[in-house]
């Protein structure tokens, strides 16, 4: 069973809840219509694929954050 997280919707940034797994999963924001596309790889870092209802599509991909000594870095967006 996928892992649900909350994140952020790439095209109008409203709060969702998003499965997290090896396989791409879909969810639904309520706000704009955006589907979104999720899956997290065997290192840890989260892929998002956003599609718009105008044909806008967006890819998000997200390192996981680094802890050494106490201090977290933040992820990397591309």
Same mark, same amino acid.
Do not use: Q, W
């Given at each position: 069973m996928?892992? *649900?997280? #909350?994140?952020?919707?790439?095209?109008?940034? $409203? $709060?969702?809840?998003?499965? %997290?797994?090896?396989? &791409? +999963?879909?969810? &639904?924001?309520?706000?704009?219509? !955006?589907?979104? /596309? !999720? /899956?997290r !790889?065997?290192?840890?870092? *989260?892929?998002?694929?956003? &599609?718009? #209802?105008?044909? !806008?599509?967006?890819?998000? $991909?997200? +390192?996981?954050? *680094?802890k050494?000594?106490?201090?977290? #870095? %933040?992820? $990397?967006m +591309?």
């Amino acid at each position: 069973m996928a892992k *649900e997280k #909350k994140r952020y919707c790439g095209i109008c940034g $409203e $709060e969702i809840s998003v499965p %997290m797994g090896l396989l &791409y +999963r879909d969810s &639904y924001c309520c706000n704009c219509g !955006t589907i979104i /596309r !999720t /899956r997290r !790889t065997l290192f840890g870092k *989260e892929i998002y694929h956003s &599609y718009a #209802k105008d044909g !806008t599509h967006i890819i998000i $991909e997200m +390192r996981g954050g *680094e802890k050494k000594n106490g201090k977290c #870095k %933040m992820p $990397e967006m +591309r």
